[in-house]
């Protein structure tokens, strides 16, 4: 039980090789997973989420997170999960989230709702940004995994220096100026997981780059 009147969990999973598993073997209304959630072999973040709607159609998704990008949530949205809870919201918000995707609507935690709606507030006096090219979106995804300039340029074929226009090229058409805001948009936009942006992040800050 999960303390909550009514509710009954069938079953814990630790990744999502475990998740995965779960379902194929006990059908549920609703599942209830962290966004971030690492090792497992389909991944985590949206590419789990993603995976889930398509192979589980009709489950209903709740999605614990510590995100605090509007952006990131809005694309967590878009996947087609029922409910977001900020990690830094009260706990009863999970039985909320719950209640109203077995009934099929839709619930945002007060924090996630707020980062939303700012989100939502700045783009809409921004203008389209211009559209990224293969090489720099690619450049930008290895960045945000982890890979120096020199290593990138050796892993595709191009001069670092190549490399290092790429990324400013693409920096500056996104309005981006540091690297927390390419692992941002990493995160957001799909070019990473969820666990592994956390860990560069971790690393990154150590390195106190």
Do not use: W
Request: charged share 20%; with cysteine.
């Amino acid at each position: 039980m999960t303390g909550f009147e009514g509710i009954t969990v069938v079953g814990l999973a630790t990744d999502s090789t475990a998740l995965v598993e779960l379902l194929g073997k006990c059908p549920c209304d609703v599942v209830v997973t962290d966004f971030s959630m690492p090792h497992g072999r389909y991944g985590d973040g949206l590419s789990l989420l993603r995976f889930i709607r398509r192979r589980f159609s009709n489950v209903r998704l709740v999605v614990l997170t510590g995100i605090e990008n509007g952006g990131v949530l809005q694309n967590i949205l878009d996947v087609g999960v029922s409910a977001i809870v900020s990690k830094s919201d009260d706990l009863h918000n999970v039985e909320s989230a719950i209640r109203m995707a077995q009934q099929g609507d839709h619930y945002l935690s007060p924090d996630a709702a707020s980062l939303l709606q700012q989100m939502l507030a700045t783009s809409q006096g921004e203008v389209d940004r211009p559209r990224l090219t293969k090489r720099e979106t690619e450049v930008l995804r290895l960045y945000a995994e982890g890979f120096t300039v020199t290593e990138i340029g050796l892993r595709v074929g191009r001069s670092s220096k190549t490399i290092s226009a790429q990324k400013q090229s693409a920096m500056k058409k996104l309005g981006l100026c540091n690297d927390a805001e390419v692992f941002n948009y990493a995160l957001a936009n799909g070019l990473v997981q969820a666990s592994q942006l956390s860990k560069e992040i971790a690393r990154k800050s150590g390195d106190g780059v």
